[in-house]
């Protein structure tokens, strides 16, 4: 299932499933979090949105920070509702 933009959307399926597994639905991965974070009971499958920022020339330092972000912002979304 695509991230809803009405926050709320997942209420009738979770009476069936536990958990709803979001896909970022071609939002970036900052608006797809802000949109997740206001879905109760959804959690992230944001494989594009995940690797987005990450580009062949970087550095590994570079690399492992940008990978970093995406997995904090990713997990806090899923994890902390608004």
């Known amino acids: 299932m695509t991230v809803s933009v009405k926050a709320g959307t997942t209420t009738s399926l979770r ?18 979090c802000k949109l997740l974070a206001k879905n109760h009971g959804m959690i992230a499958s944001f494989s594009r949105a995940l690797i987005n920022d990450l580009k062949k020339p970087m ?3 570079e690399f492992d920070a940008k990978l970093a972000e995406a997995i904090d912002e ?9």
């Not at 009476?15 to 797809?32: D, F, N």
């Not at 990713?74 to 608004?82: L, W």
């Open 59 to 61: 550095s590994d330092s």
């Open 74 to 82: 990713i997990y806090d979304a899923s994890a902390v509702k608004v």
């Open 15 to 32: 009476r069936s499933a536990a958990i709803v597994v979001a896909l970022s639905g071609g939002y970036t991965r900052t608006e797809a």
